[in-house]
């Protein structure tokens, strides 16, 4: 389940800090050319602010557990990313967008998945 749950935790580290660069790095009017339809319900200062929380929790996915300082971090960031996810549930069912619903939704699933195994029996 360790291995697992590392694995999960790579992939969503590099997903996270792939899309919150992407939201840091382009201008609002490009992610909306880009089909983020959603960021027309967002100032540009908010869309940034979601990008680096992404690239935070990202970062928190791994390095904690990683060079063992504070590993606590870990369940934490997931956490975290459950929030941020349930957040975008939320856009996206008020601008009935089924698909974003869809895959918010297995992004709060899969980032609960790793804070339910590090706060829970497989903690570091």
């Known amino acids: 389940m360790d291995t697992a749950l590392w694995i999960v935790a790579g992939v969503l580290a590099v997903a996270f800090l792939a899309s919150g660069a992407g939201k840091v790095a ?3 009017e490009k992610l909306a050319a880009s089909g983020f339809d959603w960021v027309e319900d967002f100032g540009a200062g908010a869309i940034k602010a979601i990008g680096v929380l992404e690239m935070l929790a990202a970062v928190g996915l791994i390095l904690p557990a990683t060079f063992d300082i504070a590993p606590v971090l870990v369940p ?3 956490s975290g990313l459950v929030l941020l996810m349930a957040g975008a549930v939320v856009v996206h069912c008020r601008r ?3 698909m974003g619903i ?3 939704a297995v992004l709060v699933a899969v980032p609960g998945f790793v804070a339910w195994g590090r706060f829970g029996p497989h903690s570091f």
Request: proline share 0%.
């Open 102 to 104: 869809v895959v918010s």
């Open 76 to 78: 934490l960031a997931a």
């Open 26 to 28: 382009r201008s609002k």
């Open 96 to 98: 009935k967008e089924a």
